[in-house]
């Protein structure tokens, strides 16, 4: 991207006020899980979002690693988990997602697009820490792959979004291209 999506506007207010904001809509406790030292918020700010491997601290390692440092932390069984970088997603989508927690015996509820699950966008219970720990350990990094080694497929419940918008909902911001075609789009 060339600089941190964390503090980009969008709309009056930075991608982090807006996750921020839409996560306060559904939960009653929202924790950043960042590595950086510099963010000041309102709320409780998860540091050093780094993962412990055979007793070596390995900092942090991508999704995975604040995944599980999030988990690791908590103090709920579920947690929702939303990254800064999809800011057309609808709270409607992370109303879904905690219902279906509600409804369902699943260790993950992921939304899918086209079949595709978004992971980082998703709920996770806390029983998956121990299995995502191993798949760590077994140098999984990523997320669909650790889950997959951590919890037996009926415990990961995939949400199919189905709306004529769905794909756009799940754009992420990665590159400077990105971000300026998503400043020509509306929600």
């Not at 709320?43 to 690791?72: F, K, N, W």
């Not at 908590?74 to 057309?88: C, E, K």
Request: net charge negative.
């Amino acid at each position: 991207m060339g600089q941190d999506k964390v503090l980009l506007p969008w709309r009056g207010v930075t991608l982090l006020d807006l996750a921020l904001g839409k996560l306060r809509a559904v939960c009653s406790t929202v924790r950043i899980c960042s590595n950086r030292r510099d963010l000041r918020t309102d709320v409780t700010l998860l540091r050093d979002a780094s993962v412990v491997i055979d007793g070596v601290e390995c900092g942090p390692i991508g999704p995975l690693g604040g995944l599980l440092a999030a988990l690791e932390k908590s103090r709920t069984d579920w947690n929702l988990f939303l990254p800064v970088d999809v800011p057309l997603l609808p709270v409607e989508v992370l109303k879904k997602i905690l219902l279906e927690t509600e409804e369902s015996q699943a260790w993950a509820v992921l939304p899918t697009v086209q079949g595709q699950p978004q992971p980082l966008c998703a709920a996770y219970h806390r029983a998956l820490l121990p299995g995502l720990r191993q798949a760590a350990q077994a140098e999984k990094w990523k997320v669909t792959q650790a889950l997959a080694a951590a919890a037996p497929s009926e415990a990961i419940v995939q949400m199919e979004c189905v709306e004529a918008d769905a794909e756009r909902w799940f754009l992420n911001l990665n590159t400077p291209r990105d971000w300026m075609s998503l400043r020509g789009m509306t929600d």
